[in-house]
Structure formats: structure tokens, C-alpha cells
């Protein structure tokens, strides 16, 4: 069984060798860089966030053109295995087993880059190039932000954005929550997403995204007892009325993590683990279905 991982820093790996990136902002990484050995054959797809650290974003003359290289170095590595419409889906389905993993786009840190309202009307060309997860906005720009993408929604069939709270402070995630609560086919519409769930993830938020149907990806942890732990906290809130795995996926974030057991340390492993420690059906939810059903919502397939 392969993973569908909803959380990939993959471009990131080069940003002690890339031009595009200062290694002074990331020392960190390159420790972390062999837990992607085996990554592209070891996952069946993945999020692919196109991130930067608040310091690199902060000196960028023109970020919304260094946010456009970052999604053409990914069209580059990942040719032809990005989704994003439903033909994409199409073909993803079909490729046969043991193929090289596809990808969905994301764009992280738009805090960084959302500064006027005039920033608002760069979001539709993101999503008309294939920009699939956005990660939220904080402060006066939030509900537009929301609103924004939620005129790239349609409300029939066709590909959508979805909404990642990875990441946002806790002002800009309760007030996204209440935007989602006051209207129940926004969470249709604009599919959410929290691509790092774990310890500083609270109950009541936790209760929340449960109770709207969000895809929770639970980040991996030093110990796999923190690991399941974490896995069986979320299945006990009630995911839109029903308590179970639905919803759950995994988002490794490996080159983000300072730890993780050894057995969750790479994505093969972390399959592997899921699949010896939950019985078969909640297995393939939690590594496989859950996030499959979330990426293919995203792309806007016409068949199941």
C-alpha cells in the first residue's frame, strides 16, 4: 500500500544547492533530506507546497514572480503528474502501480505575499495554473481572502481550491472556522484542509474541523505511540456526526519535523507501519483513501 501524503516540502530538499533559495535560511534542511530517499516511488501522491521561511519571503523584491518559478520548478520535476483537472484525475487513476508519485499544488505562506487587496486578484491566476491548497490569510484580508477563493468554486462538478489552516495563528484559524460554520456548502465548495495536525493542535479546533468534515493530516512524531495516539484522539470527535477514521490522513512534512520515530522516518516505512498497527479497511482510510477523496475532490473528477 502506497501513501497519499498531504503535506511535501519536495522542492525545499534543494535549498542548500538552488539558486532560488539562501541555505542561511534553512540549515536545518539538509540533516533532514534523506528522509525523502525513496520518496517519488514510496507515495502515490503528495501536496507539494511551495514554501519559503518568513525571513526569505520578507527579502524577495517580487514574490509573486519567485512563488511562479517555485510552481515551475515543480511542472518541471513532476511533468505531466500534477493534478489538477479532471482529465489529470483520469490518468492518475489508471497509472499503473509502482509509478513515480503525482502531485497537487499548494501554496503556502501567502501571508507573506497577500498584502493589499489588490494582491486578492492575483489568487484566480494561481488557480487557473493549477495552484490546487492555499494556505490562509491573516488579519484584515482573511474573509476576502475566502471569499475570493470561493468565487474560483463552483457549485456543480469541476476543479475547486481548498483551504489549508497549516500553519495560521489562532485568531486567522477560529476566524476561518466561523466563516465555514455559518455557511455548512462552503466546506463542499472550498474543501478544508489541516496539513499539520499534532500536539499544538487544540481540542476545540480539533472538535471543529471534525464536526465540518475537514481532511486532518497527522503529522508523524518521535514516538508511534504519539503517533497512534494522536490517529485515535481525532476518530473519537465525531467527523460530520460520525465518530471513526474518516477524514484522517497522514502529511509527513519530513524536511519540518526536528524528530520522528524511526519507523515513520520515510514514507514506505510510515505505510508500512499503518498497515501493521490498524486492521485492513482503517489502514488503507488513513494512508490512502481519505486523502485520495480530498485530492481528487481538488481536481474535480467526473467518475469516482
Not at 533559495?21 to 540549515?27: K, Q, S, V
Not at 499544488?105 to 490546487?132: C, E, H, N, T, Y
Not at 489502514?283 to 481519505?290: D, H, S, W
Request: glycine fraction near 10%; proline fraction near 9%.
Amino acid at each position: 500500500m502506497r501513501l497519499i501524503d498531504l503535506r511535501c516540502d519536495w522542492a525545499l530538499q534543494y535549498a542548500a544547492e538552488s539558486t532560488q533559495y539562501d541555505p542561511a535560511d534553512y540549515p536545518e534542511v539538509p540533516a533532514r533530506v534523506p528522509r525523502l530517499d525513496g520518496y517519488l516511488t514510496g507515495v502515490s501522491a503528495a501536496v507539494l507546497a511551495c514554501r519559503r521561511s518568513p525571513a526569505d519571503w520578507a527579502r524577495r523584491a517580487d514574490p509573486w514572480r519567485d512563488l511562479g518559478e517555485m510552481i515551475a520548478r515543480y511542472e518541471a520535476e513532476f511533468p505531466g503528474r500534477l493534478l489538477a483537472r479532471p482529465d489529470d484525475a483520469a490518468r492518475w487513476r489508471a497509472d499503473p502501480r509502482g509509478g513515480l508519485a503525482w502531485g497537487v499544488l499548494a501554496a503556502d505562506g501567502l501571508d507573506a505575499l497577500v498584502k493589499s487587496p489588490a494582491d486578492l486578484d492575483r489568487i484566480p491566476g494561481l488557480f487557473a495554473r493549477g495552484v490546487r491548497v492555499f494556505g490562509a490569510v491573516a488579519g484584515d484580508l482573511a474573509r476576502p481572502f475566502l471569499e475570493k477563493l470561493l468565487e474560483s468554486a463552483p457549485e456543480g462538478e469541476g476543479p475547486r481550491p481548498a483551504l489549508d489552516l497549516a500553519g495560521g495563528d489562532a485568531p486567522t484559524v477560529a476566524a476561518a472556522l466561523d466563516w465555514y460554520e455559518a455557511d455548512p456548502a462552503r466546506s463542499t465548495r472550498l474543501p478544508l484542509l489541516h496539513s499539520a495536525v499534532g500536539p499544538g493542535t487544540g481540542p476545540d479546533v480539533a472538535r471543529r474541523l471534525r464536526a465540518l468534515g475537514a481532511t486532518l493530516g497527522v503529522a508523524p512524531t518521535p514516538t508511534v505511540d504519539e503517533f497512534r495516539a494522536a490517529i485515535e484522539s481525532l476518530a473519537a470527535l465525531p467527523f460530520r456526526g460520525r465518530a471513526g477514521f474518516e477524514g484522517i490522513g497522514v502529511a509527513t512534512g519530513y524536511l519540518r519535523l526536528d524528530a520522528t520515530a524511526p519507523e515513520l522516518s520515510k514514507a514506505g516505512r510510515l505505510a508500512a507501519w499503518i498497515a501493521e498497527t490498524f486492521p485492513g479497511d482503517v489502514a488503507r482510510a488513513l494512508a490512502y483513501e481519505n486523502a485520495r477523496r480530498f485530492l481528487l475532490a481538488t481536481a474535480g473528477p467526473t467518475a469516482p
